[in-house]
């Protein structure tokens, strides 16, 4: 991933498992980095949200139009978006791990 730049992959194949992973460690990490609880309860309850609406549109031969309209819509609340508190996680992530960061 190059140094600057946000990476939320596009693919919802590789999106699933990245954000979920992401959540774990956001999750982990939540009080040593000052995220409050309510914002880490929030994104839990999205990633709740979402993985079911994942699983049945990622299913060709029975999924509709409806269950792959939801799993878009849900997606894009569920995407960590780019912002301050990404910036601090990302901040200490690389305290952590500088060979992440």
Not at 40 to 48: D, P
Not at 78 to 93: D, L, Q
Request: hydrophobic fraction near 40%.
């Amino acid at each position: 991933m190059p140094s600057g730049k946000q990476y939320i992959p596009v693919e919802n194949a590789k999106f699933y498992p990245w954000q979920g992973n992401l959540v774990n460690i956001v999750v982990i990490n939540a009080p040593a980095w000052g995220i409050p609880a309510p914002n880490v309860a929030a994104l839990v309850a999205r990633r709740a949200a979402y993985e079911p609406l994942y699983v049945k549109a990622s299913i060709k031969e029975t999924r509709t139009p409806t269950d792959v309209l939801a799993h878009r819509q849900m997606r894009q609340v569920y995407e960590f978006r780019p912002s301050r508190s990404w910036n601090s996680c990302r901040s200490a992530a690389a305290t952590l791990n500088p060979v992440a960061g």
